[in-house]
């Protein structure tokens, strides 16, 4: 019988992993055959120190490439070996919809985040979340996904998305003329960075509600220094949505 080498762990004195680890090679092959399941990686990722650095620097990025290989590809054309960010905050923005709190960025309402089974991006799309001067940027938007019946907030839409190369992108320079100023306490969900709002900064165009089939007044959205987008809106009824899109 052939035994798997192991590895100590030297990344914590206090590390539960006494025995060593087993190796890369076969960590990779076991989460390949799963699929790159997104909750197997997170549980493995709390057992120490090693099993996190090795959840983000590889299992997270092989499932990003298997959940959207076009969307990956694209945001790593160019040369560039890693994205915006982290492979694990691209990852949870996948398939995580950061809902509301009391008291938060979207501070008018309360709704749970919670997981969502697959999403949507479209780089079509992130074109109408951009000022004409801007659409050179490359941008990813989800479709909204629905929290219907919310009292008087009506129906709620939270979307999400990304930037390739955002340290590069117009936005950002825009951004920054314009002076914008960071959100003074709360955090981007995915990767922890300080965050700009867009409608503080006047740069949401109104090609935005129509893309949503929102409410043009009713709509919120904020890039953080990574290049990931969080937004909500209230969603127009049904007849009045295919209205909007239609004009748009």
Not at 170 to 175: D, E, P, Q
Not at 201 to 223: H, N, T, W
């Amino acid at each position: 019988m052939i035994l798997t080498k192991q590895y100590r762990c030297i990344h914590s004195a206090s590390c539960r992993c006494t025995k060593g680890h087993i190796s890369e090679d076969v960590l990779f092959l076991v989460f390949r055959q799963l699929n790159w399941n997104p909750k197997l990686i997170a549980t493995l990722s709390l057992v120490c120190k090693w099993f996190d650095d090795l959840a983000k620097r590889v299992l997270w990025k092989e499932f990003c490439r298997t959940r959207a290989p076009r969307m990956m590809l694209d945001l790593q054309y160019g040369g560039s070996h890693s994205v915006d960010g982290n492979w694990r905050a691209l990852g949870k923005l996948l398939i995580y919809c950061t809902g509301s709190k009391k008291g938060g960025l979207f501070n008018s309402i309360q709704i749970p985040g919670h997981s969502v089974y697959r999403t949507r991006f479209s780089r079509t799309s992130g074109k109408s979340f951009l000022l004409p001067q801007c659409r050179t940027d490359v941008l990813y938007v989800s479709d909204p996904c629905e929290h219907l019946d919310q009292g008087e907030e009506g129906d709620v839409g939270f979307f999400r998305g990304v930037f390739k190369s955002f340290s590069m992108s117009k936005v950002r320079k825009m951004l920054i003329k314009k002076a914008a100023q960071l959100h003074p306490t709360e955090v981007c969900p995915y990767c922890k960075a300080k965050l700009w709002s867009m409608l503080q900064a006047k740069m949401i165009p109104q090609s935005a509600s129509c893309r949503l089939g929102a409410y043009e007044d009713c709509i919120e959205y904020f890039v953080c220094l990574n290049g990931h987008m969080l937004g909500i809106c209230t969603l127009l009824p049904i007849s009045d949505s295919e209205e909007a899109s239609e004009l748009e």
